[in-house]
């Protein structure tokens, strides 16, 4: 038995710096910690980097995690997810979880999760074979 803290073996945090529109990942990995390249920030010039207050979050990456596997399992039941990406963001003052699980068939199903109560804020399968046929 594999428990969600076990399937998190790594994690990458961000610090964004407003005034230079850049952003610095740190990747984390058991005990170790390495900053990796700087760079621009990758958005519509529209979107702005809203700034995340981390006491507001009351929804754990291994509860979120568990909760888009439930979902997907129930409203994908044909997805078979091999990976997970997970990205705790503000979009529109709203704290959430954006959980990303890639799937063995070409497809992603994509959960945004309330990270102060636990809803599904919204939810979508992306065949990625359709996508670059249709951009074809």
């Not at 952003?23 to 990796?36: A, C, G, I, N, W």
């Not at 997805?79 to 529109?92: G, T």
């Not at 704290?95 to 959960?111: D, E, K, P, R």
Request: hydrophobic share 40%; glycine share 4%; aromatic share 8%.
């Amino acid at each position: 038995v594999i428990t969600e803290k076990e399937l998190v073996q790594e994690m990458q945090a961000g610090f964004y710096n407003k005034d230079e529109d850049t952003l610095t990942p740190f990747m984390y990995r058991k005990e170790d910690v390495e900053m990796l390249k700087t760079d621009k920030v990758f958005r519509h010039p529209d979107n702005e980097i809203e700034e995340l207050k981390l006491d507001q979050v009351k929804i754990e990456l291994e509860d979120a995690l568990l909760t888009s596997k439930d979902f997907a399992k129930t409203n994908y039941p044909a997805f078979l997810a091999n990976k997970y990406i997970c990205i705790l963001q503000v979009q529109k003052e709203k704290v959430q979880w954006n959980i990303t699980l890639v799937g063995l068939q070409m497809a992603t199903v994509n959960i945004r999760i309330d990270a102060i109560t636990g809803k599904i804020l919204n939810h979508q399968q992306i065949n990625l074979f359709e996508q670059i046929k249709g951009g074809m």
